[in-house]
């Protein structure tokens, strides 16, 4: 393997942790945000693709429109399963609300399953596919084309969270919900416009992963490896979970490189329980975070 | 010992036989006291007299089994604390609480977080009405909060920079920032030292003073609430055993068992 190989894995690992950051934003917003760790984001993202699949596909709506209606459609969901699921169980023990989102994600799935069938479908093209060409290093154009998706909404929601009434609100209703409530912050309010981002966010993700791969409800286990790199991030942290991103998908194209496709799915696991046994609490995170 | 009735159309918060239990211990036992329009009123007590839980009560975070609170004439007992607060009722907390990672103006700012309008998706946009808001905001705190508690010289840095007293202030400016009608201060002078108890009890004295703001206070600072009080409440296991001024409740002699014990010094 010489440098030039050795580059062009890197690039095409870096670019495609842009997803993978995407996807634990989704998880990082929910848990700073509201103190849960939402099992069910796979089948977020999941359920983002189906929706621009159906609205494209079946519905012949343009694609701009697809995706428009899908994150609408997103948006409902994540209002409805705050409403219905968590906030029935809020100051019940994490154990329970978490196995709540564990089997809110098997209700999407096996609903997915029964309404689209569980066959391979596929996706409108959403980023270009052209490939690019620096020099002798070849670049997948949706892959590159990705990252900078992810970068844009990870800017957005960073410029929001910062400057906007609304975004300071959020932050303070999760950093100090009680003083945040005193303060007059509609702080049940806050948790679902939480819940309506980071469903979006992993909706995003999850349609352009489907586009650039295809669709079928395996689609929602790869929040499952990401949920590794959650934890290697720490699981408060925003700027852990992006950095974890792209370290992970730079590990996964390296060892795609040197031993085949066959390991892939092994690192992020590995780096995981090798990180975890030095830093229980991640990364970058807090140190009392709840111990799965 | 009650407050003349003479005086009545001038409270402008009322706690009205307030019961509150949590399981079988009785924080608060037929609580009644009133607060009267700019004026400082004082609640004081031993540790565990129920003074916070009367304030909890007050704002809205514990819901009293029996009993009322009525602020402005409106029965307020079933309504939430976000709500009152955006009615005007501001509290502090006994311990910092501000939002550490933040600066000081966005913390301040958060107290002005019910004076706006605009929705989330306008603030995502930030534009027209929703900026002019934001500016209109911001010029009013400068005048009214940043001066005034002479902070404006920090109103950049980080909370978590600042020293005990400033982020007492800090606190004290981000309550003032929501506009209130009655300023409810748990414990503002808890652990300073001389200096900064002087300085937080000169600004209190002077928002009364000089903006007729009606003041609620938790304090165990027996001095500073002898000095600056109108109007003192001693609570006693959950118990009012005493009201009235200053002059009158010092010398009450229920006041002197529960501070001194049993027998005169």
Known sequence: MDWLTFAEFSLIGLFGGGLLSLVALGFVLIYKGTKVINFAMGEFMMLGAYFVYTAHALLKLPLWLSIAAALACIAGVALLVERLVLRPLSGQP?????MATIGLGAMIHGGVDAIWSGQNLEMPQIVPRQPLLWGDVLVPGSIFWSFWVAVAL???????????STGIAMRAAASDPTTAYALGIDVRRTQQLTWI???CVGAVAGMIIASINSLSPALSSTALGVLAV??????DSIAGAIIAGLIVGWLEAIAVG????????????AIVLVILMIRPYGLFGTRDIERL | MSIGTQHASSVVLAVEGVHLGFGGIK???DVSMSVRKGGITAVIGPNGAGKTSLFNATSGFYRPQRGRVVFEGRDVTRVKPNQRAAMGLARTFQNVALFRGMTVLDNIKLGGHHRLRSNPLQAMAYWGASQREELALRASLEREVLDFLEIDHIRHQPVSALSYGLQKRVELARALAMNPKVLMLDEP???????ETEDMARFILDLQEERGMTILLIEHDMGMVMDISNHVVVLNFGHVIASGTPAEVRTHPDVIEAYLGAHQP
Do not use: H
């Not at chain 1, 994490?94 to 978490?98: A, E, G």
């Open chain 2, 189 to 195: 002078v808890a652990g300073m030292n001389r200096e």
């Open chain 1, 197 to 199: 981002f980071a469903g």
């Open chain 1, 154 to 164: 990870i800017a957005a929601l960073t410029l929001y969270f910062r400057f906007t």
């Open chain 2, 27 to 29: 924080a608060l036992t």
């Open chain 1, 258 to 269: 040197y031993f085949g496709g066959k390991v892939r799915d092994l690192v992020p696991y």
């Open chain 1, 230 to 235: 959650i934890i290697l991030g720490g699981l």
């Open chain 1, 94 to 98: 994490v154990i329970s609300v978490l």
